[in-house]
């Protein structure tokens, strides 16, 4: 049944039901939202849809927005390659961080790290897009440079007005959390393993390997 707040009860009335009104609905719209407390000597605030539990088993608190868990952060996503400098690392964990609550800005954050990745391998381009075509030109594998297009369109889609709606998308923004550990591996991580297995090859074995190297070339 629908009320009509002009008609209805004298003027106290219908400011209750309407204060109701906007609590119910700002409450289905997972709002957080405050109430005064008019009678009290102090008039404090009340902050409604925000809700505190306990948990017997860790002792600690978690804070919920409606039903939605804000702390702490729950990581579906998968932890940062090891071997991935500090600065990426940290954009990568906030981006796990806030994967819950804004997708898009997690699958922003994700191409900023593939971003900072390939500076720091010091590939030559004035953007990522010219930087991908030049590793390309050097005999980049197919499957990473998927990866790393992927990364780059849909991180540029989450920030620009484009095809792709990421706002609610965390399946494919977990999906490439995953693309960044995979381009990382196969960037920093295997030939770094190669380089280190390849030291253990006495000197004088390694020099006659270049000077046939040399010959082929």
Known sequence: ME???????????????????????????EEPFVRSTKDHLYNPINLENIFVSWCYTCKRPSIWLHDKLLYPGTFNAPPPNSDLSDSIKRDYEEARKILNTSPRSSCALLRLSIEKLLIELSIKGKDINEQ??????????????????????????????????????????????????????????????????????????????????????
């Open 132 to 217: 991908i075509k030049n590793l390309v030109d050097k005999g980049l594998p197919a499957q990473i440079q998927q990866a790393l297009d992927t990364l780059r369109v849909i991180g540029n889609h989450a920030v620009h007005p484009g095809t792709l709606d990421l706002r609610d998308d965390k399946e494919t923004a977990t999906k490439l959390f995953n693309l960044v550990n995979f381009v990382a591996s196969e960037l920093i991580t295997r030939p770094r393993e190669v380089a280190s297995l390849y030291e253990m090859i006495p000197e004088k074995t390694r020099n006659a390997i270049q000077d046939r190297d040399k010959k082929i070339n």
């Open 3 to 29: 009320i009509n707040l002009s008609t209805s009860g004298d003027k106290a009335s219908r400011e209750i039901i309407g204060n109701i009104i906007d609590n119910f609905r700002q409450m289905l719209n």
